[in-house]
């Protein structure tokens, strides 16, 4: 089993930061952890369909943001353990939104989210103004 567990969400004023984490667990981790994985953040606002938000290579040393948060916020990972973050700077109200981590067996970064494979339940974020 795979199991991806968002944390780090709530209610924040605009302006302010956030941190989100994901953290993986389950068998298909156990031998090598995350290290194999394309790990990614996705985003679903009330109405609107899925988006990319940002994605990190297994190795860490890529990374791809979508335009709209590009500056405010920054992906990272530890695959020491197994987990993969999200700083939100700068946040706006536009940034509310369910934010999803998914995961892709893949070596190369992928924004679409049909490329991943794993996918964990969603954590809220609000931004009030």
């Known amino acids: 089993q795979v199991q991806l567990v968002e944390s780090g969400g709530g209610l924040v004023q605009a302006g302010g930061s956030l941190r989100l984490s994901c953290a993986a667990s389950?068998?298909?981790?156990?031998?090598?952890?995350?290290?194999?994985?394309?790990m990614g953040w996705f985003r679903q606002a009330p109405g609107k369909e899925r988006e990319f938000v940002a994605a990190?290579?297994?190795?860490?040393?890529?990374?791809s943001y979508a335009d709209s948060v590009k500056g405010r916020f920054t992906i990272s990972r530890d695959n020491a353990k197994n987990t993969v973050y999200l700083q939100m700077n700068s946040v706006k109200p536009e940034d509310t939104a369910v934010y999803y981590c998914?995961?892709?067996?893949?070596?190369?970064?992928?924004?679409?989210?049909?490329?991943?494979?794993?996918w964990g339940q969603g954590t809220q974020v609000t931004v009030s103004s």
């Open positions: 389950g068998r298909t981790f156990s031998r090598s952890g995350i290290s194999r994985y394309g």
């Open positions: 998914a995961a892709e067996d893949s070596a190369v970064i992928a924004v679409r989210a049909t490329s991943y494979d794993h």
């Open positions: 990190i290579s297994w190795s860490g040393g890529s990374t």
